[in-house]
């Protein structure tokens, strides 16, 4: 059974950075792609950021040219750099590993949580 565990979050102010992690374990890293999501109080989790094997990424609108999502297929990891943060980013995010072809072998973090205040 595999794993992911997040690490990264914390309090930021407005206008801040951060850089999640997302260390994978257990799976063939390569053949998933890898996703963080958020999940504000009361709303719905969200997709932020993908990335597929081959790097090809994709953003939610609220993010694009703010967040960075990357990956480092010789370790396992999946990050994601948070640039001009705002109070509206502050979540719980969650890192997913999302199989191509079997939707049971899909896997999600514990959630790391990101507070965006001054």
């Known amino acids: 059974q595999g794993t992911l565990v997040e690490s990264g979050g914390g309090l930021v102010q407005p206008g801040g950075s951060l850089r999640l992690s997302c260390a994978a374990s257990?799976?063939?890293?390569?053949?998933?792609?890898m996703g963080w999501y958020r999940q504000a109080p009361g709303k719905q989790r969200e997709l932020v950021a993908s990335?597929?094997?081959?790097?090809?990424?994709n953003y939610a609108d609220s993010v694009k040219g703010r967040f960075t999502i990357s990956r480092d297929n010789a370790k396992n990891t999946v990050y994601l750099r948070m640039n001009s943060l705002k109070p509206e980013d502050t979540a719980v995010y969650y890192c997913?590993?999302?199989?191509?072809?079997?939707?049971?072998?899909?896997?999600w973090g514990q959630g790391t949580q990101v507070t965006v205040s001054s």
């Open positions: 997913n590993a999302h199989h191509p072809t079997t939707s049971a072998m899909d896997l």
């Open positions: 257990g799976i063939i890293f390569t053949v998933y792609a």
């Open positions: 990335t597929t094997y081959a790097g090809t990424t």
